[in-house]
Nanobody, 123 residues
Framework: QVQLVESGGGLVQVGGSLRLSCAAS????????MAWFRQAPGKEHEFVGR????????YYADSVNGRFTISRDNANNLVYLQMNTLKPEDTAVYYC????????????????WGQGTQVTVSS
């Protein structure tokens, strides 16, 4: 009952910044934990970070901690991923995911997924 659409991907230089958006449909958006995953070519989905339901606490993978920030706008059913100091290894398709109430860092914990948006960081 949740549809997710990511946007904001693109090509950036190393050290640059990019903000991804995830628009969610449906009601009770504030009851869903939202997460970002990414998938590089030939690799499995990698957890990037999540923001818990409600006002939200954030958690990040070590690889992006201190550089990426997740936020949510419950009034407008939006989740953001602000990416700073981008590195070539950040190149991947980025996915927004959702699960009602609690979820952590495993892909199987999430029930809803967006189509993904490509982020390419030039080296």
């Amino acid at each position: 009952q949740v549809q997710l659409v990511e946007s904001g991907g693109g090509l950036v230089q190393v050290g640059g910044s990019l903000r991804l958006s995830c628009a969610a449909s449906g009601r009770d958006f504030n009851t869903y934990t939202m997460a970002w995953f990414r998938q590089a070519p030939g690799k499995e989905h990698e957890f990037v970070g999540r923001i818990t339901w409600g006002v939200g606490s954030t958690y990040y993978a070590d690889s992006v901690n201190g550089r990426f920030t997740i936020s949510r706008d419950n009034a407008n059913n939006l989740v953001y991923l602000q990416m700073n100091t981008l590195k070539p290894e950040d190149t991947a398709v980025y996915y927004c995911a959702a699960r009602q109430w609690d979820a952590r860092s495993r892909t199987h914990e999430y029930d809803y997924w967006g189509q993904g948006t490509q982020v390419t960081v030039s080296s």
